[in-house]
């Protein structure tokens, strides 16, 4: 029984929100197309907080459903997992969050900045981590390369007389701020973003400041989507 009830606290916020939220991801989370997209936007306004219209795509993985935030024109793409427990997870709006990426805050050791923030017109690419224990909180306009992972954790292990897992973290939080690219495959930020500019590598570092002077690219340019 114990482990039963650990494992309904680490779902959803109670025992009967866990069956309604299963409940409604069972019979809506597998329609593919456009009819599951359409069906989503309805039935998900039931256990998500939705402001306005968001696509969620099928075998989207839900948990703590209820502390969910999705601003009008979100897109989740198939695949995605989030994880909100159990301060939250925000998308503003017109954000695009690509197959296979996780947003996973998962605090369970009374972290009070936990959660991830995600501001307006951001692209967080295929197969991002997003690890929000001590708190992600991300501006507006700010598009990630595909595998990079934002992780505001880490263990503390300088006691080689005890085990890694009873050593605790640290978890100082991460912000990026507004019309930041977090370029390079794989690309792993452990430290805040400053506004307009690029970073790469692992750690991630900056690697150009964008400015009225950046050069324009010397191939063509062509114009950006919908906004």
Known sequence: MNRFNLYIHRQAASLSRYFFEQLVLSIFGWVPSVVGIALRAVAYRLILQMEGMAAIENNVRIRFASRIRLARGVYIDEGVYLHACPNGIEIGENSYILHHAELHVFNFRGIPHSGIRIGKKCLISEFN??????????????????????????????????????????????VIEDNAW??????????????????????????????????????????????
Do not use: C, F, W
């Open 129 to 174: 981590v997003l690890r929000g224990q001590g708190g992600i909180a991300i501006g507006d306009n700010v598009y990630t390369a595909p595998l990079v992972q934002i992780l505001a954790v880490n263990h503390v292990y300088n006691d080689p007389n005890r085990p890694i897992i009873e050593q605790g973290i640290t978890a100082q939080g991460i």
């Open 182 to 227: 977090i370029v390079a495959s794989g690309a792993v930020v452990t430290k805040d973003v400053p506004p307009g500019t690029v970073v790469a590598g692992a750690p991630a570092k900056v690697i150009q400041t964008i400015s009225e002077t950046t050069p324009l690219p010397s191939v063509p340019v062509y114009a950006g989507g919908e906004t």
